[in-house]
């Protein structure tokens, strides 16, 4: 047993980026597959739009823990050999396009139809719509839901440490096992979530206020 | 591919299976209860309390939103101890997702609150109401038709959430499938069906919301 010094501080500090770079692939590999999700999801033809909501309520009806175990025990049955960081990418990422394609469909419909309406009426074609009149549009709504999310993936990446995966959550429960300190430990890591978490939930709900006041000002009513 | 499944070993356990699958939703509705017993009192507080009680409310909701459940958990569990709270997993697991799912629901609530007109509650007041009355009779309804849907939404992720339990071994689907999955090793068959088991919970909880708030906020309200 080893007493909680400034190294075990340390270690539990380092694991940070494990947690951070982990959110950010998610992130961004979630975003790509997201939009293609998206996409399918406003689709007009039915059986390509059922395939977009049959992945998402997927997804979002069963749990992160599930999906880690599904990919990471039971690739392997399919012949492939998996690493923890590449079943952990490989879920999170599916994770995050679920609910990012989910939140973009919402802000892609909050595009009021006469834009579409008006684009079509001008020879437009259905991806040069999407392109120059309604992404353009629904980028700026999407916005401080896409950043509250980024914290939902921040705090569910604590979940990969249950698979072994060494990253903040994994390092503290390290430390724990080590020092026999998890009075000390467990509060950290909290703190460090926080710390992580707490300025993307400020600037989201910033975003959101200054949107609002954007959308309701008299101007943008007619 | 020479894998061979296997689910005849699940479901010689299924009723192992299903007692978990049960746990998980006690689990789940008793967080939902007490949290939103909490997060009335809460969202009550953060909109008409008391000055000096709404920092400490805010503070507990900005906390647990921002750190993770699994976080939440073993704070309850591994470190309470050490000023003397002992609780055993299931106990602790009710715990964290009633704290949880308490300051989710405190923060939906004062926004349904928040959303009742101003010249509602100056009405009540010209009324010569009290504070509680008006809420109880004027605020309270409106505000959660309002929030239900997201209140709905939140409480299914809870439910999905709360899987990660299994961590302190508390004996709910996923640590009653992880136990299974330790003694048949059918990783994969144990797993896909706990993952549909969850789905179903899921599913069925989204169709008991909608017909609750089909029931109590859409149905013609004669007198």
New interface residues.
């Given amino acids: 047993m080893r007493p909680f010094g400034a190294n075990e501080f340390v270690f539990i500090l380092a694991a940070i980026r494990w947690t951070v770079a982990l959110s950010l692939i998610a992130f961004v590999a979630g975003g790509i597959a997201g939009t293609g999700i998206a996409l399918l999801r406003i689709s007009l033809l039915g059986p390509v739009r059922a395939l977009a909501i049959g992945y998402i309520q997927?997804f979002q009806?069963?749990?992160?823990?599930?999906?880690l175990?599904?990919v990471y025990?039971?690739l392997g049955?399919?012949?492939l050999r998996l690493d923890a960081w590449t079943a952990v990418v490989i879920a999170y990422s599916a994770y995050a396009a679920a609910f990012l394609g989910e939140i973009w469909r919402g802000c892609l419909q909050a595009v009021p139809l006469g834009q579409w309406e008006a684009a079509k009426s001008l020879a437009l074609r259905r991806y040069q719509i999407l392109r120059l009149i309604i992404v353009p549009q629904a980028a700026r709504i999407a916005i401080p839901p896409t950043v509250g999310f980024l914290?939902q993936l921040v705090?569910?990446t604590?979940?990969a440490?249950?698979i072994g995966f060494v990253e903040v959550?994994r390092a503290?429960?390290l430390i724990?096992n080590a020092t026999f300190e998890?009075?000390i430990?467990?509060?950290i890591?909290?703190a460090i979530?926080?710390l992580l978490?707490?300025p993307l939930?400020l600037l989201s709900r910033r975003l959101e206020r200054r949107l609002d006041v954007a959308t309701h000002s008299p101007l943008a009513a007619h | 591919m020479t894998y061979v499944f296997q689910f005849g070993i699940v479901f010689d356990q299924f009723d192992r299976m299903l007692a978990g699958a049960w746990l998980t939703v006690q689990l789940s509705i008793g967080a939902l209860l007490l949290g939103l017993a909490a997060a009335t009192a809460g969202a009550f507080v953060l909109t008409a309390g008391p000055r000096w009680l709404r920092a400490p409310v805010t503070a507990y909701v900005e906390l647990i939103r921002n750190t993770p459940l699994l976080i939440q958990l073993y704070v309850i569990f591994f470190a309470l101890p050490g000023f003397g709270l002992r609780l055993d997993a299931n106990a602790a697991a009710l715990a964290a997702l009633v704290i949880n799912f308490g300051a989710y629901a405190t923060e939906i609530l004062r926004a349904g609150i928040q959303s009742i007109p101003a010249g509602q509650i100056e009405a009540g007041r010209a009324l010569n109401l009290t504070t509680v009355q008006i809420y109880r009779l004027i605020v309270l309804f409106p505000a959660v038709k309002t929030v239900f849907p997201a209140l709905a939404s939140q409480f299914v992720l809870l439910m999905l959430g709360s899987s990660v339990v299994s961590a302190i071994s508390a004996s709910e689907l996923t640590a009653v499938s992880n136990t299974l999955q330790s003694t048949t090793f059918r990783a994969f068959e144990v797993y896909i069906v706990a993952t549909l088991m969850y789905l179903a919970v899921a599913v069925a909880f989204r169709a008991a919301f909608a017909a609750i708030y089909w029931a109590v906020f859409m149905r013609e309200r004669g007198r």
């Fill in positions: 997927l009806g069963t749990p992160l823990l599930m999906q175990f599904l025990y039971c049955l399919f012949g914290v705090k569910a604590a979940v440490s249950i959550t503290g429960q724990s998890p009075t430990v467990y509060p890591v909290a979530y926080f978490c707490w939930s």
